[in-house]
């Protein structure tokens, strides 16, 4: 069965480091998703990715953060410069352009990343 | 806003006992809802959706949901738990537009006793 793929498992930095968490959505998917979870809290949207660019960012989305589709298969997510707060499980997803019940959206098994 | 509330941060049964984990949501229209499960260090496995087709949605291992407009419900159950179903359990809301963000509930934490 298909899945989403995420690499690293586990990345460590430190503070002010730029970091690449990188995804591969699956293959015949159309939207792409970057979600974080922090230890203890609930699941949280950044942004969501459509046709190349940016369909809907959440307010934690900022100018410290980017995403990317460099090649017809991986999907990225920058963090310019880390602080310790972006500590925390980075989940990919992806859904197939579907109407309405369609439109599932399906999580690969997430980057931890930790910031010292 | 869509959101959801999930009552009961920890809960705990014995084997074989009925699961029941509460979901209730907010919407301002028809919601689109899901079950997630996350074992332990592992990413989020979809259980189940309700779309509007029906009102109970059966899912896999099987766990099911009944959507209760009423209610404004989508509480998860199980008739009989099995040891690995110890996982934490998330609902989630989305619009119905397609590519809508997934709007998750705070979790709840099901441990399994002998």
């Known amino acids: 069965e298909p899945e989403v793929t995420q690499t690293p498992s586990h990345q460590v930095t430190q503070m002010g480091q730029e970091v690449i968490l990188r995804c591969v959505p699956i293959s015949n998917h159309l939207y792409f998703y970057w979600y974080r979870q922090i230890l203890g809290q609930k699941v949280e949207f950044l942004v969501s990715f459509y046709n190349n660019e940016i369909s809907e960012k959440s307010e934690i989305f900022d100018d410290q953060f980017s995403v990317e589709r460099p090649d017809g298969s991986n999907f990225t997510l920058k963090i310019r410069s880390t602080k310790l707060e972006d500590s925390a499980m980075y989940f990919c997803a992806s859904s197939p352009l579907g109407q309405g019940s369609t439109d599932t959206q399906y999580f690969g098994p997430g980057t931890r990343l930790t910031v010292l | ?114």
């Open chain 2, 1 to 114: 806003a869509q959101s959801v509330t999930q009552l009961g941060s920890h809960v705990s049964v014995s084997e074989g006992a009925l699961v029941l984990l509460r979901c209730n949501y907010s919407s301002s229209v028809p919601p689109y809802l899901f079950w997630y499960v996350q074992y332990p260090n592992q990413g989020l496995q979809l259980l189940l959706k309700y779309t509007s087709a029906a009102t109970l949605v059966k899912g896999i291992n099987g766990f099911e949901a009944e959507f209760k407009k009423s209610e404004t419900s989508f509480h998860l159950t199980k008739p009989s738990a099995h040891m690995s179903d110890a996982a934490e359990y998330f609902c989630a809301v989305r619009r119905e537009t397609s590519g809508s963000r997934l709007t998750f509930g705070e979790g709840t934490q099901l441990t399994v006793n002998p």
